[in-house]
């Protein structure tokens, strides 16, 4: 592991502080706390962008040009920019919590057996595994699930002799999890979609949004799974045998009662304390994975200690996702700023979205947050841009679950197409393909099929919520 600078440990001290901070303004110290996240946004980007690349640091760039603009333009823009900041110290903390129980998943024996057991699976059962076990792994390790996965994926195929079967079998895992993965954001508490537009949308909540989130969820993980079995490659020769794999599945049951401790303890509390699921997120993750590296580090002889081991997930392995953080926390700022930009420009064009009807407005969240993903726009940045624009849910006579449900399932299928998320790039990546094919060779299919059946989903929820 490379040495951490004074750079790396000073941005890696911010950002734990910054979470600590945001703890404390979701559980109830807000007067006290959230004055100090302004100063704590500002010093991490600084921080940030001297250390990114110029593709990422462009962002930084922006978000100062909007500011600027909007304070030639609105007389009260320093809220709106407090605001912003807010926003970005938000994904900035969320993103530091979840991280924790990445790191220390990640090298737990008990994970990668479960890995790998789903990675070997016979062809008959291996997409469904693959999709399940890595909706479990995705909860856990987030994108890490992805790197996990994937790499094991292309291990288990590696071994077939036969170049086609192999071709097929590293694609159809790969998109498995891929799949898994994304059909995971639509209902996970422990998920950017989730956290930032039940946030931006008023009356909006996680328990609220929970089950037509699970909906969407199997909406989407079941039409992969459909496809793949419809859509089978023919082989020109004869197919091998199965292997049987390593173990049962009582390898998973590590990876069971960790998510069942994590959801049981978020539901729990908030049912208890009224705080917001994303608040006790920011508090419960880091607390788990401080016990686990606690567990894991207990006694050991050989291997880094518990304190080592923390230490190096602040001042290296947290650093190391400088260019994920900036990109996130300016995708927040940006939007949040540029809503207000936008408002006058489209009043100036004529554009009205209080009269588009409620039932287009909602469809075209599936579809517009997919399209902005093929031009670059992150979906942070589309939803806070967007978001505040249309119409409350009052207004257009649904639930705010509605738009929630709308939103989310948007932002899922950007995940899959979207050539510049972390998803497409990270399968292409494994599959020795551009993101852009993993896009729209490898999804494109699944992406009209699973639009059309979410356009419907979503009417059908507007209408019984």
């Not at 077939?160 to 071709?167: F, L, S, T, Y």
Request: cysteine-free; overall charge positive; aromatic content about 8%.
């Amino acid at each position: 592991m490379t040495p951490a600078t004074p750079l790396d440990k000073a941005t890696g001290a911010l950002l734990v502080l910054t979470t600590a901070v945001m703890v404390l303004v979701e559980w109830g110290a807000a007067a006290i706390a959230r004055p100090a996240l302004p100063a704590l946004v500002i010093l991490v980007t600084a921080l940030l962008t001297v250390q990114v690349r110029p593709g990422r640091s462009a962002f930084v760039a922006v978000a100062v040009a909007m500011t600027v603009a909007l304070a030639v333009r609105d007389p009260g823009w320093e809220s709106v920019a407090l605001r912003g900041l807010h926003t970005a110290a938000f994904i900035g903390a969320f993103f530091t919590a979840l991280a924790t129980l990445r790191s220390a998943a990640e090298p737990a024996p008990a994970i990668r057996r479960a890995g790998r057991f789903l990675a070997q699976q016979p062809p008959g059962r291996r997409y469904l595994a693959l999709t399940v076990g890595g909706q479990m792994f995705a909860l856990v390790l987030n994108y890490g699930a992805i790197a996990l996965l994937g790499s094991l994926a292309t291990a288990s195929a590696a071994e077939e002799a036969d170049p086609e079967i192999r071709r097929h079998r590293t694609r159809r895992m790969l998109l498995a999890i891929q799949r898994a993965f994304t059909s995971t954001l639509p209902w996970s508490p422990l998920s950017f979609a989730v956290a930032i537009s039940t946030a931006l949308i008023p009356g909006a909540s996680w328990g609220g949004a929970l089950i037509p989130g699970l909906v969407t969820s199997v909406l989407m993980a079941g039409t992969g799974w459909a496809l793949d079995s419809i859509f089978k490659p023919r082989l020109s020769g004869p197919r091998p045998p199965a292997v049987r794999p390593e173990g049962g599945w009582d390898r998973m049951a590590p990876l069971a009662i960790l998510l069942a401790i994590l959801v049981g303890s978020i539901v729990t509390l908030h049912l208890a304390t009224g705080i917001r699921v994303v608040g006790l997120v920011i508090l419960i993750v880091p607390l788990m994975a401080a016990g686990w590296l606690v567990l894991q580090t207990r006694g050991a002889h050989a291997g880094p200690g518990f304190r080592k081991r923390l230490a190096d997930y602040v001042f290296v392995e947290l650093p190391g996702f400088r260019g994920e953080i900036v990109l996130l926390m300016m995708a927040g700022y940006i939007g949040t700023v540029g809503a207000p930009l936008l408002q006058p420009l489209m009043t100036a064009a004529g554009v009205d979205l209080s009269a588009v009807p409620p039932w287009m407005l909602l469809v075209s969240f599936v579809w517009i947050i997919p399209l902005a993903g093929q031009l670059g726009m992150n979906p942070i940045l589309a939803v806070t841009l967007a978001a505040p624009l249309i119409p409350s849910a009052a207004a257009l006579g649904v639930a705010p679950t509605a738009i929630i449900v709308a939103i989310t399932a948007g932002w899922a299928l950007s995940g899959v197409t979207s050539p510049f998320t972390a998803t497409t790039l990270l399968i292409g990546s494994f599959g020795k393909v551009s993101a852009r094919h993993v896009g729209l060779r490898w999804n494109g299919g699944y992406f009209l099929v699973a639009a059309i059946i979410l356009s419907a989903w979503v009417l059908v929820y507007a209408q019984l919520g």
